[in-house]
T-cell receptor, first 111, second 114 residues
Framework: GDSVTQMEGPVTLSEEAFLTINCTYT??????LFWYVQYPGEGLQLLLK?????DKGSNKGFEATYRKETTSFHLEKGSVQVSDSAVYFC??????????FGAGTTVTVRA | KAGVTQTPRYLIKTRGQQVTLSCSPI?????VSWYQQTPGQGLQFLFE???????NKGNFPGRFSGRQFSNSRSEMNVSTLELGDSALYLC?????????????FGNGTRLTVT
């Protein structure tokens, strides 16, 4: 079946540090890949997406590149802020109207 | 543009009871999906509706059911509640035109079963 494996947290960083969250996937078809973010007490928000190999999704300083050869979609940000503290979820969809999520990575950024 | 609205935000029910959760999608969105979020199992897909038809369903027992109305609003029902049904239930909407359309989530309904 379709599944997503992402780096276990929690991750604690200082402000302006570099953030990487690893994500790999297995899929029966050709998936679209997503990163969602969840702030405390809220639902999930789409952070970025990529729909085909070598696509780079980017938003709010975050980037992720769809790597088909390594079945990966790692999330990166060059300089994190306290406001980036949240839970980050990697997800995939194989055009079947549902998302398969990773377990989530809790990121805490300290001032 | 108003986001996805879920009601109520919090619910406390007793084992054996049933519960109905409500979701209003973003205006113009015709697809509504439901997910269960728990610390142990993470985010799990329940079902997806488009124009009142269920297009996909996750691996949950028949106690979990849903429906969608002609105005795209959706409800999910859980009958004979069990302690393990305690979770955050998230609703999401999308245009639904494609199977991989990005989802817009509500803030969820926190269900506690005692």
């Amino acid at each position: 079946g379709d599944s997503v494996t992402q780096m276990e947290g929690p991750v604690t960083l200082s402000e302006e540090a570099f953030l990487t969250i690893n994500c790999t996937y297995t899929a029966t078809g050709y998936p679209s890949l997503f990163w969602y973010v969840q702030y405390p007490g809220e639902g999930l928000q789409l952070l970025l997406k990529a729909t085909k190999a070598d696509d780079k999704g980017s938003n709010k300083g975050f980037e992720a590149t769809y790597r088909k050869e390594t079945t990966s979609f790692h999330l990166e940000k060059g300089s994190v802020q306290v406001s980036d503290s949240a839970v980050y979820f990697c997800a995939l969809s194989v055009n079947d109207y549902k998302l398969s999520f990773g377990a989530g990575t809790t990121v805490t950024v300290r001032a | 543009k108003a986001g996805v609205t879920q009601t109520p935000r919090y619910l406390i029910k007793t084992r054996g009871q049933q519960v109905t959760l409500s979701c209003s999608p973003i205006s113009g969105h015709r697809s509504v999906s439901w997910y269960q979020q728990t610390p142990g199992q993470g985010l799990q897909f329940l079902f997806e509706y488009f124009s009142e038809t269920q297009r996909n369903k996750g691996n949950f027992p028949g106690r979990f059911s849903g429906r969608q109305f002609s105005n795209s609003r959706s409800e999910m029902n859980v009958s004979t509640l069990e302690l393990g049904d305690s979770a955050l239930y998230l609703c999401a909407s999308s245009s639904g035109r494609e199977g991989n359309s990005p989802l817009h989530f509500g803030n969820g309904t926190r269900l506690t079963v005692t």
